[in-house]
């Protein structure tokens, strides 16, 4: 069980591989406000590997109840001397926030009083920053026994090295007392705060330095000394690690230690590292303890950032991915790799291929029987008749609860390896929204209100919504699409002429292959009950979805890419969003986010819920 305890405060040598001492007779760490969750991460990573460590935190009063709460879960034989020393700082504010106010530095040498706390009981310790995760157990090199300091290089660029400093200040082991001290004097003389410092630390006193499978993070693959410029970074970065024959991560043919990263929020910082790290992870099957600490951590994050959110990301069954093809062999491989490199973290995502009849069918069945996936379950239907595009649209997804989660691509279509990061984090943000038909991965591009024109909303690239369906890549809300279904089921005379006859795609519907065109029944139905299909305009012209625009159904030739994929894509959803009309008209601010509708911040924006 936890036991914790409040306290009141009274050039370097390389590390060889594969000598190895002993563990750290303690651990020291700083956790306070943003950092609390990533910080309980921490401690139960850490006592996965080593339940019986004694580990001393800086931290607040408040941080220490969260702790005791979130320690009921599970237990814990941790020792954890907790030292009060944040509560004087406004944890409020952000970093930058703690610069422009003067304090960041003297925040940031609380660390030294955790170490200074370690060292009064201890003959060395090690300190680790809260977004750290410990994957195996950390032992010191041999010398070790004759230094004084162990460092983490950045192993970077080194223009980043020349700003941020060789070393990291997340990551280091001390059995000197004279450290800390040593340390703030350094800090006040530094050119980028502690960490710079840590350069003059290592001229002073006995110094070794970890490898790269020690506090491996996220500034080694975004700020990396490249190799191979042939390849991109994250190919060079993927070739140095792997998983051993015993189911460990290893980097350069070394078992990692330590991730320094913020796992519990994929889009800080470096989200490729976080998806790439959580990718292996699922993978090794000596880390399944780690893997399951933190599945639990997200479930337990995600309930204290959206309060509504902890029933249903519990309840949530697996995320499906369904395709619709027929007889387009090579967009349909195209597809299925651009989905097999995306990122899921370590969600489990099922994937159905729905092969629509056609004498030129047996490439794609063969591909998409052939096709393997990683992340789920797989399932290959073949169709018996031609069913055609809408029929197949209809018969695409049937939800089986109120809260699962799918998405329905048509074959031709490339994806950013960030669409489902994004999509999820959209759902989880704005799932309970009453207006909401669906989320769509498309750009925006066509206004239907006639006369119709080709025009994007302008919305400073945030989330915002608007009637029209986007089909490039479409997640209906599973509520509003089994009402939809069942009024498709239902025999209604709208159904034979869905008519809006403002927008130009009834006359699309009513010129063309009625048994194409699913869309125009959607737009019926979000016309008459005033719903809304989420869509994000990235910058730079970039997309979630690109639609290839292959010879088929929609065009006669092929017509190529619309848009670029996009390589970073921020995962930040306002608490309300913009809302347009037919003629992408701004109308209001609809409030229909997952957070706390009382919250200062969502009632100075003026918003109103979904009629």
Known sequence: MLAIFVLKLPAASPLI???????????????????????????????????????????????????????????????VFWLPVLDKYDLSLTRKGMVDSQVWSQFQME?????????????????????????????????????ELGLSPHYMLEMYEAKHGKYNGGFLWTKSKRIPEAWTQASARSRFFDQAALEELAETFKTFTFGKHVNLGWWQLCQKVRRNESLSVEEEFQEEIDIDTAGFLRMNGRRVDTLHAHLLTPGVWCPQFNEIMLRYLAKAPALKEQLEILQWAQRAYASLVYPQAKEVMEATPPFTIVVLTMNRHESLAQLLESLASSYYGMDKVDLTIKVDHAPDNTKVIDIAQDFNWDFGQKAVEVSSSRKGLARAWYDAWKPKTSNARGIIFEDDILLSKFWYRWLVNAWARYGTCKCLAGISLQRQTLVPKKPSRRSEIVNHHQPFLYPLVGSTGFSPHPERWLSFLKWIESGSPTLSDPATPDLVTYDWWRNGDKRQMWTQHFIHFSHKNKLFTLYVNLPHKKTLAAHT???????????????????????????????YNWNAKFTRRTCCSMVNPTHPNVAQTGCRKCF
């Open 17 to 79: 591989p594969g000598r190895e001492w002993r563990k750290p007779s303690s651990y020291a760490s700083m956790i306070g406000g943003r950092s609390t969750m990533e910080g309980t991460l921490m401690l139960y990573s850490l006592a996965s590997v080593d339940p019986w460590a004694s580990v001393y935190v800086a931290g607040t009063g408040e941080g220490l109840r969260s702790l005791q709460v979130l320690n009921s879960t599970r237990l814990l034989r941790l020792k």
């Open 111 to 147: 660390k030294g009083s955790a170490i200074r706390a370690a060292l009064i009981s201890h003959s060395d310790t090690l300190y680790m920053d809260a977004d750290s995760f410990v994957l195996h157990e950390i032992l010191l090199p041999v010398e070790a026994m004759h230094m």
């Open 549 to 579: 625009r292959a010879k088929g159904e929609h065009f006669r030739r092929t017509l190529g890419q619309d848009f670029a994929t996009a390589s970073d894509v921020s995962l930040v959803m306002p608490d309300s969003l913009a809302t």
